[in-house]
């Protein structure tokens, strides 16, 4: 029985480590996910800009034609005026001259202020594109890094299976299904008590059973948390 006990000790030291393992293994994925998430915004943010700058990029087209026509048209009413002999006609060529030179004035500030906004936009394109390289690095950087360890956690995981399996073959096959059932409520399913108490739940276990448990004739359980006792005297957790 001793040497059960101990077995069942050693076993939920080797499951410890294991959960242990387990749970550092599983908190890489988040960090990891987190930058995967900044990532797809920014990529989101380049889209909206790369749609903004085409539509922008045809409005300049379409206003650069317009300064264009209203050129021509400037130059030919000049031409025109140069030649005329009736006033009626002159005044008539000479009021559209100036009403096409006050558009032409119009649709350049507005083809100036244009370009501004385009070249903002390029500059916001530019800003993103150094954070998604940046967190492109960042993240190759985090995935190096944690494949790692994630190598280190796995040979150490496999080292645990094995020591596990060579603890469970001595072991007694109801005790061990009595252990993995607590230890599904309890990680601590195997727990020492001492002077009379179950140092699981910390209640005093009825005298008889902490007789029958310094005998070690068997396994006996705490009947306040069922948790399995163990009679040592080493401070051990
Ligand atoms: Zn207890």
């Known amino acids: 029985m001793e040497k ?8 939920q030291k080797i499951d ?13 994925a988040p ?5 995967k998430e900044d990532i797809a915004l920014l990529k989101g943010a380049e889209e ?5 700058l085409a539509a922008k990029e045809v409005e300049r087209r379409d206003l650069r034609d317009k300064v264009e026509q209203l050129k021509g048209l400037i130059a030919q009413s000049k031409e025109k005026i140069a030649h005329i002999a009736n006033n009626k006609e002159y005044f008539a060529v000479l009021k559209e001259l100036e009403h096409n030179q006050r558009q032409l004035e119009k649709q350049e500030i507005e083809l100036a202020g244009l370009v501004e906004e385009i070249n903002s936009i390029k500059e916001q394109i530019a800003e993103n594109d150094k954070e998604i390289a940046a967190k492109a690095d960042e993240m190759a950087i985090e995935e190096k890094a944690i494949s790692a360890k994630v190598a280190t956690l796995e040979r150490k995981i496999r080292a645990g299976e094995k020591g596990r399996k060579a603890k469970t073959k001595d072991l007694d096959q109801v005790f061990l299904r009595r252990y993995q059932r607590i230890r599904r409520r309890f990680k601590d399913a195997v727990v020492i008590a ?25 396994m006996m359980s705490c009947p306040n948390c069922q948790r399995i006792m163990v009679n040592r005297s080493e401070d051990e957790k």
């Open 4 to 11: 059960q006990m101990q077995l069942l000790w050693e076993l």
């Open 16 to 28: 410890a480590g294991l959960d242990e393992i387990r749970d550092a293994q599983e908190s890489f």
């Open 194 to 218: 001492r002077n009379g108490t179950c140092l699981g739940c910390n209640v005093n276990v009825p005298p008889q059973v902490y007789i029958d448990l310094l005998k070690g004739q068997e």
């Open 48 to 52: 909206e800009y790369q749609g903004e």
């Open 31 to 35: 960090k990891l996910d987190n930058i």
